[in-house]
């Protein structure tokens, strides 16, 4: 399966003149809130069998596990082994990681697109945007396949959150290169200061179809591989931001910084490590 390869419907949606009409007119009448609540209800379950075939996934790690929805199966359970080293970065989910650095005037550029903080954040705050300039941009993009429960990367405090409510646009490929996706879509971000790694800003942004970002705690004190909360019902992102020279990549994810390439990462797996 290529993970990065577009579904027919998404590339015809976000690639063309009419699909982007028409995936503004489902979004406006609210097409993924009735999808939704539909995943949610029990009438959903004979999905789930058919996804697993379709994906082939492997659900040794959830036997014995039952699921009343479809919802039930997309935010299902499973233990994380981590790389318990405390200068160890672990990856906070299952997903395909890419890499961006932070210019001085806090921006940084994706898939054809310039972003930058202040839009991320909501925010004017210049002191939090300073935090971050020069630093790295990491960011996790979960396919509808993968484990949707996503984890503390250190040990730490958790400051409050902040829940931005956006669009539902997918976060496939094809509408990260048409659509500022990042900032366009609903998302929370919060602060999480860490023990090894400095000031870390973490944001959850939800896809098409996404009914919730679900965080368990603010101003929380929390612990390396502790579940930090769930996405429900598809392939969403985190983002993680980190301050100047704070963190050093494994080569191997060092080399796709910047050019939009995409390497797979489990939860709890070494990524990096603190930088002395």
């Keep these: 399966m290529n993970e990065s390869k577009n579904d027919k419907s998404v590339e015809f949606l976000c690639s063309t003149k009419i699909g982007k009409i028409l995936l503004e007119f489902i979004?406006?009448?609210?097409?993924?809130?009735?999808?939704?609540?539909?995943?949610?209800?029990?009438?959903?379950?004979?999905?789930?069998?058919r996804f697993i075939k379709k994906n082939e996934i492997d659900m040794s790690e959830f036997e014995g596990q039952k699921y009343l929805s479809f919802n039930d199966f997309f935010t299902r359970r499973k233990e994380i082994s981590f790389d318990s080293e405390k200068t160890h970065l672990i990856s906070p989910c299952d997903s395909l990681l890419s890499v961006y650095s932070i210019k001085t005037n806090s921006t940084f550029h994706i898939k054809g697109f310039d972003y930058s903080l202040s839009d991320f954040f909501e925010t004017s705050?210049?002191?939090?945007?300073?935090?971050?300039?020069?630093?790295?941009?990491l960011v996790f993009r979960l396919c509808a396949t993968d484990y949707h429960r996503y984890h503390y990367i250190d040990d730490g405090f958790q400051?409050?959150?902040?829940?931005?409510?956006?669009?539902?646009?997918?976060?496939?490929?094809a509408a990260c290169e048409n659509f500022k996706v990042y900032t366009k879509n609903r998302r929370s971000w919060t602060l999480l200061k860490t023990e090894n790694f400095g000031?870390?800003?973490?944001?959850?942004?939800?896809?098409?179809?996404?009914?919730?970002?679900?965080n368990h705690n603010e101003n929380y004190t929390f612990k390396k591989g502790d579940e930090k909360g769930y996405f429900d019902l598809h392939g969403s992102t985190?983002?993680?931001?980190?301050?100047?020279?704070?963190?050093?990549?494994?080569?191997?994810?060092?080399?796709?910084?910047?050019?939009?390439?995409?390497?797979?990462?489990k939860a709890g797996e070494f990524i990096g490590k603190k930088k002395r």
């Design 199 to 214: 000031t870390v800003a973490q944001v959850e942004i939800g896809a098409f179809s996404v009914g919730g970002i679900c």
């Design 238 to 265: 985190i983002v993680l931001i980190f301050e100047e020279d704070k963190i050093e990549l494994l080569p191997e994810i060092l080399k796709i910084a910047g050019n939009s390439e995409e390497i797979r990462v």
């Design 159 to 173: 400051t409050e959150n902040h829940y931005i409510e956006g669009s539902l646009y997918s976060v496939q490929p």
């Design 27 to 49: 979004l406006f009448i609210r097409i993924p809130k009735l999808i939704g609540f539909f995943l949610r209800s029990p009438l959903s379950h004979f999905m789930i069998s």
């Design 125 to 137: 705050d210049s002191e939090l945007l300073n935090t971050f300039k020069n630093g790295l941009c």
